[in-house]
């Protein structure tokens, strides 16, 4: 069983950045963010292979955001730049066995998620 806990979410103006962490127990697998905005569908973020070796992003999300991990800690990472108002949402860290996908059906286990507001 693999448990997803996400953290780093908050408030932040326009322009500012934000670092989410996504805490897993259990064994090694892919990792992807995904995001809900208010009366929005989820959508995906980014994710990362097990070792780290392969990323993927969406593509309007490509250059502001950067997914990396740290096995040791078995910690995923979102860094967030330049935010928009439009970023505003939920964002939920999910995990799945073998290659990194980006649609959400794909991915067996999610935390919790954590909100993440940018103020205009």
């Known amino acids: 069983q693999v448990q997803l806990v996400e953290s780093g979410g908050g408030l932040v103006q326009a322009g500012g950045s934000l670092r989410l962490s996504c805490a897993a127990t259990?064994?090694?697998?892919?990792v992807g963010w995904f995001r809900q905005a208010p009366g929005k569908e989820r959508e995906f973020v980014a994710a990362i292979s097990r070792s780290g070796g392969g990323t993927e992003y969406a593509d309007s999300l490509k250059g502001r955001f950067t997914i990396s991990r740290d096995n040791a800690k078995n910690t995923v990472y979102l860094q967030m730049n330049s935010l928009k108002p439009e970023d505003t949402a939920v964002y939920y860290c999910?995990?799945?066995?073998?290659?990194?996908?980006?649609?959400?059906?794909?991915?067996?286990?999610w935390g919790q998620g954590t909100q993440v507001t940018v103020s205009s």
């Open positions: 999910a995990a799945r066995e073998g290659i990194i996908l980006s649609s959400m059906g794909d991915y067996d286990f």
């Open positions: 259990g064994r090694p697998i892919s």
